[in-house]
């Protein structure tokens, strides 16, 4: 198997106020190529595994070699959760269909009430991770925050809608203001890019 890194589907500088062209820049060149290339190495060392995608990967992690599941749950969780984190932004602001406001409201009581508790998971995440609207094979919808870069796929979950709240996603522009930059994720989300994660 042999991964590389997807282009981000606008220019560095798209997203701004809420992410910052350098911020953008290096988040993708350098923090997601690492986890590409540290995947591919751990990888190398099994040609046995041949799994379609790196979301196929993760979910059959049970079945990785003990050797170097550390290196595919990091580097694998972080090649996948930024993989999806970059079609999930928009440089044009976008509102939920009134399909995703359906089952969310159905899931979370109100739309208010799944931003509240999403807002949350982001904010009080200790340390380095994700926080995550994800699907379970029933359909249920769930708002977790996952340390590091572990993923959803992992957990049996379709992940839908994420935020990156390890430092190197908002640090040069927020510093420490972790809840100023969920604030500004809200601005830039590609809702259309959510429902179809949604109907998959």
Do not use: C
Not at 2 to 22: G, H, K, S, V, W
Not at 86 to 114: D, H, N, Y
Not at 122 to 134: D, E, I, Q, V
Request: charged share 20%; proline share 6%.
């Amino acid at each position: 198997m042999q991964f590389t890194l997807p282009q981000l589907p606008f220019e560095f500088n798209a997203l701004e106020p809420a992410i910052d062209a350098q911020t953008m820049q290096i988040h993708h060149d350098k923090h997601h190529q690492v986890y590409v290339d540290k995947l591919n190495a751990a990888l190398a060392t099994h040609s046995e595994i041949n799994f379609a995608s790196v979301e196929e990967l993760l979910k059959n992690f049970a079945s990785v070699p003990e050797d170097i599941k550390t290196p595919v749950k990091n580097h694998g969780g972080g090649h996948s959760n930024h993989s999806i984190f970059w079609t999930i932004l928009s440089p044009t602001k976008q509102e939920p269909s009134e399909v995703v406001k359906g089952e969310i409201t159905k899931s979370f009581g109100s739309w208010e009430s799944f931003a509240e508790k999403f807002n949350t998971a982001a904010t009080n995440h200790f340390g380095s991770g994700w926080a995550w609207l994800t699907k379970d094979s029933a359909g249920a919808l769930e708002v977790k925050s996952y340390p590091n870069q572990d993923s959803p796929y992992m957990d049996g979950k379709t992940p839908l809608l994420g935020i990156d709240v390890w430092e190197h996603a908002y640090y040069l522009k927020y510093q420490n203001k972790r809840p100023d930059y969920i604030a500004a994720f809200w601005s830039i989300i590609n809702w259309s890019e959510v429902e179809k994660r949604w109907s998959m």
